[in-house]
């Protein structure tokens, strides 16, 4: 059966994790060239820096789940619910962020050897803005006065000129 995933018009913050159910000669061109995972969504095009396919061994000592809250910033109590099924999963994974769409709306047709395991927030602090600790950065932006700049004569340029030329005529003469 094959299944759908839509993506929302400017999407931000999503992970998503699926396993893939394929050996490792299928996988392979995956693991080479992740714009070809496109066409296990069943889309043209894909932003590939947003899109890890990898063996779940290469995270040995740290495992998928921690991957997911160190590597990828989910929450440790948003994976909790899930926390077994990650641990269980084997072979390859794919981890595609929502910056992989460039903020395009997408209804995605998984190739039927994706499972979709989950599909997680980033955990993102809220923006606070604090105040200067600085009195001198309160209060309003003045014009800051300044001394004007004096015109340059012109008197030592044109003498570095007539010096040149007559430096000029000089070796001319001597030369002849």
Known sequence: ???????????????????????????????????KVSELLGIDLIDPQYVEVFPISDLEGLGLVGYLIEGQGIAEDVLAPDRARLNALDGHVMILMSAAFAGREHDLTLDPRLTLIGEYPEDV????????????????????????????????????????????????WLAA
Request: charged residues 15%; glycine residues 4%; without cysteine.
């Open 1 to 35: 059966m094959t299944q759908t995933l839509h993506i929302k018009e400017n999407e931000a913050g999503a992970i998503r994790v699926f396993a893939l159910s394929m050996d490792a000669f299928e996988v392979q061109p995956y693991l080479e060239v992740n714009t």
């Open 125 to 172: 602090p809220p923006v606070v803005f604090e105040s200067l600790p600085q009195e001198s950065s309160q209060g309003v932006l003045t014009g800051v006065e300044s001394d004007p700049v004096a015109p340059r004569k012109k008197f030592p340029t044109l003498l570095a000129i007539f010096l040149i030329a007559l430096l000029i005529a000089l070796a001319l």
